[in-house]
């Protein structure tokens, strides 16, 4: 096929390399909102700590296992789709 319209893998390769830079402006663009948002609503949270005499310290300390706990969570659920994908190719390939 590339012999008879030449140029074609060049123009599949600039089309998939478009396409991909779109999706992922895209969902660059989405995660940057959602954690402007996410820091918006935890402004306000963080302020009624401060007025509660938190120290900077158990801010700091509480931002943390925050973050942590997310990372634990999104951790443990990309372990467990890897594990189920591991688990059907072996299916796929046994069968």
């Not at 931002?63 to 190719?89: C, D, K, P, W």
């Amino acid at each position: 096929m590339g012999a008879a319209y030449p140029g074609t893998d060049r123009t599949i390769w600039t089309g998939f390399v478009l396409v991909l830079g779109i999706a992922l402006l895209c969902t660059g663009i989405s995660l940057g909102i959602t954690m402007i948002m996410a820091a918006y609503d935890r402004v306000r949270g963080l302020a009624v700590l401060r007025l509660a005499r938190t120290t900077q310290w158990h801010l700091l300390r509480l931002v943390g296992a925050v973050v942590s706990s997310v990372m634990a969570v999104a951790l443990a659920a990309r372990r467990s789709a890897m594990e189920q994908a591991v688990e059907r190719a072996l299916e796929w390939a046994v069968e």
